[in-house]
């Protein structure tokens, strides 16, 4: 697999495609489009502990994340709340 160019990159993802966390294939991408607020590229998908553990909230900070397109793999970054309104105040209509 080759590597793709940088997070700022705008690719496109629909969904499938393999979710690599330090070189190791633990899941794959539910759902994807692009974030025109944020101007980057969303994916939601599932992920999976190797050792069959629980997944936690450390290995899911700890790891290095990349998608796999088409062979070519994307740097990624994982997210645990909305990188949109992490703290949901437009949603009680603080802007």
């Known amino acids: 697999m ?3 160019p940088g997070p700022d990159r705008k ?4 969904g499938l495609e ?6 190791q294939v633990v899941g794959h991408v539910r759902r994807a489009d692009f974030g025109f607020t944020i101007n980057k590229t969303l994916a939601y998908g599932y992920i999976r ?3 069959d553990r629980p997944v936690s909230q450390d290995f899911v900070r700890s ?3 990349a998608l796999e397109r088409m062979g070519v793999a994307y ?4 997210h645990l709340k909305s990188p949109f309104d992490p ?3 437009r949603v009680k209509g603080i802007y």
Request: aromatic content about 12%; hydrophobic content about 30%.
């Open 18 to 23: 393999a979710i690599w966390r330090n070189g």
């Open 49 to 51: 502990d190797p050792s």
């Open 11 to 14: 690719v496109p993802m629909f």
């Open 87 to 89: 703290d949901n105040k």
């Open 63 to 65: 790891g290095d994340y």
């Open 75 to 78: 740097p990624a970054q994982a």
């Open 2 to 4: 080759e590597n793709g």
